[in-house]
């Protein structure tokens, strides 16, 4: 446990800088315990990306997933109750399914760090609880919405085998899952393919999901179509 830590601060750059073990008798069943962490960070005040700056014409990137990124799993859990798989057999790029469905989360933040050093990023959504549809539009301006295209990107097979197995319509998914894209950056226009073209030698797969337009109305902010 302490080794998955380590490695996930210094794939974040972070110092792991202290830690408690709190015994609580009777509070957990035997064999069971309780794991919760937080990182904190600092920004100068006026660089805070706010997502102000963004409006129509702007492009949305998308940083590819590695798996369902620890967000939605009580309808996996569900899905595979009642699909009831063989979790160990082969199921993606020579891993079990087993191995699929519990991937370690992706980190961006040595690849985004760099990328804000070299262009000017007007907002950023990590791809949580609530998928594309809810987090997107957390960094928008109101009179904003994204315009996403679904054939921007090949849905996971993980995601298409939820779907499948879950009976899950296709918005509902969005609603749910990252959907194989972890993190959104809204870019202009005109520096979007050097961008594109930085995270990917960064290591990333880049796709280019959309663009920022005029809002009609109270309608959704973010539309994947």
Not at 63 to 72: E, I, K, P, R
Not at 114 to 131: N, W
Not at 185 to 190: C, R, Y
Not at 208 to 218: N, P, Q, T
């Amino acid at each position: 446990m302490i080794k998955g830590i380590a490695q996930g601060c210094e794939e974040s750059g972070c110092a792991l800088i202290g830690g408690e073990t709190a015994e609580m008798p009777g509070m957990y069943p035997e064999g069971e315990y309780d794991l919760a962490g937080f990182a904190v960070g600092v920004v100068e005040k006026e660089r805070v990306i706010n997502g102000r700056s963004i409006k129509a014409g702007d492009i949305v990137l998308g940083l590819a997933s590695n798996g369902a990124h620890s967000n939605g799993y009580s309808l996996v859990r569900k899905i595979i109750a009642r699909d009831n798989p063989d979790l160990d057999a082969e199921f993606d790029n020579g891993k079990t399914l087993r191995e699929t469905i519990i991937a370690p989360t992706r980190l961006y933040v040595k690849p985004i760090l760099a990328a804000l050093e070299k262009f000017t990023v007007k907002g950023m959504a990590h791809i949580t609880g609530g998928g594309i549809t809810e987090n997107v539009p957390r960094i928008l301006p109101e009179n904003t919405v994204a315009q996403i295209d679904a054939k921007a990107w090949e849905l996971p097979k993980l995601f298409q085998w939820l779907q499948q197995a879950g009976n899950v319509e296709t918005q509902e998914m969005y609603r749910t899952f990252n959907c194989g894209i972890g993190m959104v950056v809204v870019i202009a226009e005109k520096d979007a393919d050097a961008v594109q073209a930085f995270l990917t030698e960064q290591g990333e797969t880049v796709y280019r999901l959309g663009v920022i337009r005029e809002r009609s109305g109270d309608e959704h902010q973010t539309q994947v179509v």
